[in-house]
């Protein structure tokens, strides 16, 4: 690092901003790009560099603004039904809407309201004031008046106006251009052969892209190996053309994290890690004369790192506010809890339950790139604040429109591949319809039902006293007389998902008890969690007897992930998640797959389009054709 380094660490973004700003004037950084002039109608998107005043006006002369005939208005006084008004033919001229006003006339009376007679006069039957549908010079540009400030990003309206008064060019600032540069041993170009441990260089193009949303140009470099020289050399090449560069990984504290070394030797490092995750370790700092932000390589890390950082230093190049997101309050549907000291970027999925704008938190990993892509907003659980309960209130950014969230089916609760399909084959039918569904487990989501957090509830929780399944929970969830309707999804095999070939000869539940073998277990609260207590309690083996039993995965397909990976010789799950790992699966029982409703959500316009679905036949035969399910029962009503 170099002696004049103010190197800070783990502050707010905000501060780090600040302090980044002042670094980089420090470093002799320009405040803004250049100023060019260009064509006003390919300067959509780029922000003015001047103010841009009227040379003309527009209307340029006084219009017709209807279809009709010009008149004095004079000669209309007194005009009525009753008292109708001859006008001869040379009192009165003949226009059409953007007609100049011919020379003596000062109004206009539209063709439906004159009435011709067949020596070629006019009659009125009203009287029409002065300027009567005339546009006046000036109506909508004065010449010389101010229209538009600097530091304006031009839309087409603006151009147009702009065009209107006159103007062939205007003065804006160029684009700013970004450079991003992927470093890493690991990392190979989007389409190449991957060998064990590489990784694709998802990053460059998301970041190009994120750039170019933003208004910039972008260019990528060659990938760098993790060697200081190379990335130093690199960064300097890309340097000469760049106002801001991207360094891509390495920022945080691995034997091959070399990013806030190079920065400090190619120039500056103002601030090395701040108090937002994911993006935690990113890199502040300035190579010569232009700006570095050393990002750090998690996907969703990278990702949120252009939004927060990147996004208002290049606004600020150009002069212009930073683009914000719309925001809206939403009800948690469940708990959040989040570290302090923090400020903890959750991704959410949004849908409206009842006229309240709920928010199901999505997966928070900073390697889970599709937590952005399933998110319809952004919230920010501030530093200082430690976690949220369930329902409680939070602001959220929104990704997607409110009418559009509007349209979602939120479903809370165990996970089924149905529920994918389902989801894919209403959004195929109607692009404005989702079907949201987030997986808490089977008793999660009834909870989040009484809660009014969902709409729907996906359970297959069995209940061990009665051999019944979900009917006996909602009751003693909701209460006996609840107005909550059951409607059955589907059947679906549960079995022991094992590596393929079976090669432990697992015949069913009574092997888990054998002493070598390694079990992953689901969640507590998890439907599949029920069924294997149930199994184990009819067998009398003692959960304490399968090893790994306390070992838990949230989803069917986790822990076919898990035996896939040889991390565990056997898990409960359904055929489909087996399948989808190559893996052998044992039955061990059928059980019911249920949605569970309050009974006013069941006749609603929103969720009508599932009730359809679920009774097309080819729906039905694609999901028989996941194997392992029946459709015997789908749609049917069991309360
Ligand atoms: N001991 C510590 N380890 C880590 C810390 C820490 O504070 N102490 N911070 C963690 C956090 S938080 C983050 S975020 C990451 C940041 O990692 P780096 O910026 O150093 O990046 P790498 O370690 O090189 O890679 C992380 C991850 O990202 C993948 N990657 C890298 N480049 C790309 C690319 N162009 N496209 C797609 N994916 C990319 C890389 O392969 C790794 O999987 O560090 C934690 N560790
Ligand atoms: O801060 Mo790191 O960016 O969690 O993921």
């Known amino acids: 690092m170099s002696a004049e380094s103010p190197f800070v660490s783990d502050v707010p973004a905000a501060q780090a901003l600040a302090v980044w700003r002042e670094a980089r004037a420090a470093a002799g950084c320009p405040a803004r790009v250049d100023p060019v002039r260009m064509p006003v109608g390919a300067a959509v998107g780029r922000v003015t560099a001047e103010p841009v005043w009227a040379l003309r006006s527009s209307p340029a002369f006084d219009a017709a603004a209807m279809d009709g005939i010009a008149v004095r208005a004079t000669d209309t006084v007194g005009a009525a039904d009753t008292t109708p008004v001859l006008l001869a033919a040379g009192d009165f001229a003949v226009v059409d809407t953007g007609d100049p006003l011919p020379e003596g006339y000062d109004a206009v009376v539209m063709r439906e309201h004159v009435y011709r007679t067949p020596d070629g006069e006019a009659e009125l039957r009203a009287a029409v004031p002065p300027y009567q549908h005339v546009r006046s010079i000036g109506e909508d ?99 000469r053309d760049a106002d801001l560069v991207l360094l891509i990984a390495g920022s945080s504290a691995g034997r091959d994290d070399y990013t806030a070394r190079v920065v400090a030797g190619a120039g500056v490092v103002a601030v090395h890690g701040v108090a937002v995750r994911p993006g935690h370790p990113v890199v502040l700092g300035a190579a010569g004369r232009t700006p570095v932000i050393g990002v750090p390589g998690y996907p969703v890390s990278a990702a949120l790192t252009f ?170 969830l909701l209460g006996t007389d609840a107005d909550v309707a059951v409607i059955r999804l589907v059947h679906r095999d549960q079995g022991l998902i094992v590596a393929p070939g079976n090669p432990l000869g697992l015949t069913g539940i009574e092997d888990l008890a054998k002493p070598d073998l390694r079990y992953v277990n689901r969640q507590r ?16 083996i003692d959960p304490r007897e399968v090893s790994g039993y306390s070992r838990e995965e949230h989803t069917h397909l986790a822990v076919a992930a898990a035996v896939a990976a040889g991390r565990a010789d056997a898990g409960l799950g359904i055929l489909a998640a087996a399948r989808a790992f190559g893996l052998d699966f044992v039955p061990v029982a059928r059980e019911p797959y249920d949605l569970v409703l ?26 028989e054709a996941l194997g392992g399910y029946s459709c015997a029962e789908t749609g049917r009503r069991v309360r």
Request: charged content about 20%; overall charge negative.
């Open 598 to 623: 309050r009974t006013g959500t069941l006749g609603e316009e929103l969720l009508a389009p599932l009730w359809e679905l679920l009774e097309q036949p080819e729906f039905r035969a694609g999901v």
């Open 525 to 540: 609260g998890a439907g599949t969690r029920a069924l294997l207590d149930h199994e184990l309690t009819g067998l009398g």
């Open 141 to 239: 540009i004065s010449a010389g008046e101010l229209l538009l400030p600097e530091g304006h990003r031009l839309r087409p309206v603006d151009v147009a106006a702009c065009a209107a008064a006159g103007i062939v060019e205007v003065g804006v600032r160029r684009a700013p251009r970004v450079v991003i540069v992927p470093t890493g041993d690991e990392i190979r170009p989007v389409g190449a052969e991957l060998a064990p441990g590489d990784i694709l260089d998802t990053n460059s193009m998301m970041l190009a892209a994120q750039a170019r949303e933003a208004g910039c140009e972008a260019r990528v470099t060659e990938i760098v190996p993790d060697d200081p020289q190379a990335i130093t050399a690199m960064l300097m090449e890309a340097t």
């Open 307 to 476: 939004d927060i950082f990147a996004a208002p230093a290049l606004a600020e190049l150009e002069g212009a506010a930073p683009r914000e997101r719309p925001s809206a309050t939403a009800h948690l549907a469940r708990k959040l809890p989040s570290a302090i000291g923090m400020d903890d970027w959750v991704r959410v999925r949004l849908g409206r339950v009842r006229d309240r704008l709920v928010a199901t938190p999505l997966p928070r990993g900073a390697g889970v790139l599709t937590s952005l892509v399933r998110a319809d907003g952004l919230l920010v659980v501030p530093s200082g604040v430690e976690g949220h309960h369930a329902g409680e209130q939070v602001r959220v950014e929104l990704l997607r429109g409110l009418s559009e969230i509007g349209r979602t089916i939120v479903a809370i609760g165990s996970h089924d591949m149905v529920l994918d399909l389902a989801a894919s084959a209403l959004r195929a039918a109607d692009p404005l319809i989702t079907l949201a569904s987030s997986n808490v487990g089977s008793l999660g989501g009834l909870v989040a039902l009484r809660d009014g957090l969902c709409h729907v509830a996906g359970s297959h929780l069995l209940d061990p006293a009665t051999g019944r399944y979900t009917l006996p929970y909602v009751d003693r």
